[in-house]
Nanobody, 119 residues
Framework: QVQPVESGGGLVQPGGSLRLSCTTSGRIFSINAMGWYRQVPGKQRDLVAVITRGGSTNYADSVKGRFTISRDNAKNTVYLQMNSLKPEDTAVYYC?????????????WGQGTQVTVSS
């Protein structure tokens, strides 16, 4: 199965910003909502944000007002703009095809991209 490829993570100070990108196959991208998820060691992978094919979005309460998900259908790419980052946002971030609510993720997981928020 085709794995998504995530990029854009790094080390940032509290209050800073990062923009994550994720590219996957055109077939997967065109027929599914796309979600961003995050995971810290020892915990389950949680939904951060999801965007449907039509552009409707849904966010975890902890990131509302700070994160923005978007997609470029021509590039088969989904983005996550993260502003006002907090130490508790530190995690490995993954993207995947998802149900419209983001409750279910489909397909293979990629390697993810590490986001570390620390002074």
């Amino acid at each position: 199965q085709v794995q998504p490829v995530e990029s854009g993570g790094g080390l940032v100070q509290p209050g800073g910003s990062l923009r994550l990108s994720c590219t996957t196959s055109g077939r997967i991208f065109s027929i599914n909502a796309m979600g961003w998820y995050r995971q810290v060691p020892g915990k389950q992978r949680d939904l951060v944000a999801v965007i449907t094919r039509g552009g409707s979005t849904n966010y975890a309460d902890s990131v509302k007002g700070r994160f923005t998900i978007s997609r470029d259908n021509a590039k088969n790419t989904v983005y996550l703009q993260m502003n006002s980052l907090k130490p508790e946002d530190t995690a490995v971030y993954y993207c995947n095809a998802a149900s419209d609510t983001g409750a279910r993720a489909f397909g293979s997981w990629g390697q993810g991209t590490q986001v570390t928020v620390s002074s």
